[in-house]
């Protein structure tokens, strides 16, 4: 018995010990004192946010904006302390992003730039056949090509630094869900640019994140947007693509997904409070993936066979209609074409 009692009381400290070593780990944070933060996409959303959230922790911030007159840029000007700066910034615009180098090269003042918070992006909800190739290359260059000439750039003053890159990707880049096929390549490939860079500035003592969020209602999600403009999409969309597919399957999944939009979450602190730790944290983390409930989900989801994950997406979308070249009354018509055609 009393073997047990010191083994039971042994655990207990044991078990203390690491919770106070895990909990210290996790909150013991890095001084803001001559560190400068660059950000990307600021004009509004995350970016906006987490802008505002660093100045008032002190840090020196550089908010790369796409639109320096734009309402967000304008705010932040206004309530953000005399260290924030505002820089024209697109990410898709090579001279704009030399600009920036020699700018905060010459605002720095002193500072060293601490991190590169890539988290500009894009964002559109289109079946891949009716989504135009002009705005499936628009997409890319935003989110991952900007995001790749970003870091090119700054890396030299981040290495110097032994600071960190963030790099915004999605729960889009762990499971591709249909209708963000453009969306999903985009996250996907910052996820693996992103862990293979890591993997290559460990030696220089730089760390490079991901942020990978679930749902949360920003402009991405707004559903008159992306009903809208999917709705545009397919109305330009080639003639046999709308014929193969048919209105019906195009009102359906339209639908489906103005639910699913629905149920995003409005707690962006659950985002923001992420990349802040990565900032700022002693020992961040390699990936973020908020909330963590769904971050358990979807790895769980990975660990599954693609066809049971396709069952469960295909459930979980709950899309009733068929393209019309695949429903029954077509099937029956092409079937008896296709034998006619082969008897002449």
Same mark, same amino acid.
């Given at each position: 018995?009393?073997?047990?009692? =010191?083994?039971?009381?042994?655990?207990?400290?044991?078990?203390?010990?690491?919770?106070?070593?895990?909990?210290?780990?996790?909150?013991?944070?890095?001084?803001?004192?001559?560190?400068?933060?660059?950000?990307?996409? =600021?004009?509004?959303?995350?970016?906006?946010?987490?802008?505002?959230?660093?100045?008032?922790?002190?840090?020196?911030?550089?908010?790369?904006?796409?639109?320096?007159? *734009?309402?967000?840029?304008?705010?932040?000007?206004?309530?953000?302390?005399?260290?924030?700066?505002?820089?024209?910034?697109?990410?898709?615009?090579?001279?704009?992003?030399?600009?920036?180098?020699?700018?905060?090269?010459?605002?720095?003042?002193?500072?060293?730039?601490?991190?590169?918070?890539?988290?500009?992006?894009?964002?559109?909800?289109?079946?891949?056949?009716?989504?135009?190739?002009?705005?499936?290359?628009?997409?890319?260059?935003?989110?991952?090509?900007?995001?790749?000439?970003?870091?090119?750039?700054?890396?030299?003053?981040?290495?110097?630094?032994?600071?960190?890159?963030?790099?915004?990707?999605?729960?889009?880049?762990?499971?591709?869900?249909?209708?963000?096929?453009?969306?999903?390549?985009?996250?996907?490939?910052?996820?693996?640019?992103?862990?293979?860079?890591?993997?290559?500035?460990?030696?220089?003592?730089?760390?490079?994140?991901?942020?990978?969020?679930?749902?949360?209602?920003?402009?991405?999600?707004?559903?008159?947007?992306?009903?809208?403009?999917?709705?545009?999409?397919?109305?330009? %969309?080639?003639?046999?693509?709308?014929?193969?597919?048919?209105?019906?399957?195009?009102?359906?999944?339209?639908?489906?997904?103005?639910?699913?939009?629905?149920?995003?979450?409005?707690?962006?602190?659950?985002?923001?409070? =992420?990349?802040?730790? %990565?900032?700022?944290?002693?020992?961040?983390? *390699?990936?973020?993936?908020?909330?963590?409930?769904?971050?358990?989900?979807?790895?769980?989801?990975?660990?599954?066979?693609?066809?049971?994950?396709?069952?469960?997406?295909?459930?979980?979308?709950?899309?009733?209609?068929?393209?019309?070249?695949?429903?029954?009354?077509?099937?029956?018509?092409?079937?008896?074409?296709?034998?006619?055609?082969?008897?002449?």
């Amino acid at each position: 018995m009393l073997l047990v009692m =010191c083994a039971c009381t042994l655990a207990v400290l044991l078990a203390v010990v690491i919770g106070v070593f895990v909990y210290t780990r996790y909150h013991k944070t890095v001084t803001p004192v001559l560190k400068a933060v660059l950000i990307t996409g =600021c004009d509004h959303g995350f970016g906006y946010m987490l802008a505002k959230r660093l100045d008032r922790g002190g840090y020196k911030i550089f908010a790369g904006c796409l639109d320096i007159h *734009s309402e967000g840029a304008s705010n932040l000007r206004s309530v953000a302390s005399s260290k924030l700066s505002i820089i024209p910034l697109d990410v898709t615009n090579d001279a704009q992003i030399e600009a920036a180098r020699s700018t905060i090269t010459e605002m720095l003042l002193g500072h060293v730039l601490w991190a590169v918070v890539n988290n500009a992006g894009v964002g559109d909800y289109a079946l891949f056949e009716w989504y135009p190739k002009v705005q499936f290359k628009k997409l890319m260059d935003v989110n991952f090509m900007g995001m790749v000439n970003v870091t090119r750039t700054f890396l030299p003053l981040i290495r110097a630094a032994k600071g960190r890159i963030i790099n915004m990707s999605s729960m889009a880049g762990r499971t591709a869900m249909p209708g963000y096929t453009a969306y999903s390549a985009s996250k996907f490939a910052v996820i693996g640019f992103s862990e293979s860079l890591r993997r290559e500035m460990s030696v220089f003592g730089v760390t490079v994140v991901t942020v990978e969020p679930s749902l949360y209602k920003t402009g991405l999600s707004d559903v008159d947007i992306v009903s809208t403009r999917n709705a545009d999409f397919w109305a330009a %969309a080639e003639p046999g693509i709308k014929r193969d597919y048919g209105e019906s399957y195009f009102r359906d999944t339209q639908a489906v997904w103005g639910r699913i939009l629905r149920f995003g979450s409005g707690n962006h602190k659950q985002v923001i409070d =992420c990349y802040v730790h %990565a900032v700022t944290a002693v020992h961040p983390h *390699s990936r973020y993936a908020p909330p963590f409930i769904m971050r358990i989900s979807n790895d769980f989801m990975n660990l599954l066979a693609p066809r049971l994950q396709d069952f469960i997406i295909k459930t979980v979308l709950g899309v009733t209609a068929k393209p019309d070249m695949v429903s029954p009354d077509h099937g029956d018509k092409f079937r008896t074409g296709r034998r006619r055609s082969h008897a002449y």
